[in-house]
């Protein structure tokens, strides 16, 4: 079993940045696909940004140049840096662990662009 608790979302005015952070329980964190999703009010869930295992990463066109995803295995954590945000960046941002059989999801962490 693993839980996922997001941190770092907030308030932040447009063109501004924010670091997420996503701290998992348990031991095979480093054999974890990593991603953040987010979802805005009336929105389907989408997929922001994936770091694999390995290191490989993916994002979303929407965030390509201006969001960046990274883990560090040391501390079971998983970061979305964000920067140059728009107020479209507004929605709850959800952390998701993938095992081979596996799927878990964090609480979710607000974040809310705006002047």
């Known amino acids: 079993q693993v839980q996922l608790v997001e941190s770092g979302g907030g308030l932040v005015q447009p063109g501004g940045s924010l670091r997420l952070s996503c701290a998992a329980s348990g031991s095979i964190f480093r054999r974890l696909a990593m991603s953040w999703y987010r979802q805005a009010p009336g929105k389907q869930r989408d997929l922001v940004a994936t770091?694999?295992?390995?290191?490989?990463?993916n994002y979303a066109n929407s965030v390509k140049g201006r969001f960046t995803i990274s883990r560090d295995n040391a501390k079971n954590t998983v970061y979305l840096q964000m920067n140059s945000l728009k107020s479209e960046d507004t929605a709850v941002y959800y952390c998701?662990?993938?095992?081979?059989?596996?799927?878990?999801w964090g609480q979710g962490t607000q974040v809310t662009v705006s002047a």
């Open positions: 998701n662990a993938r095992a081979i059989f596996d799927l878990y």
């Open positions: 770091i694999t295992s390995s290191g490989v990463l």
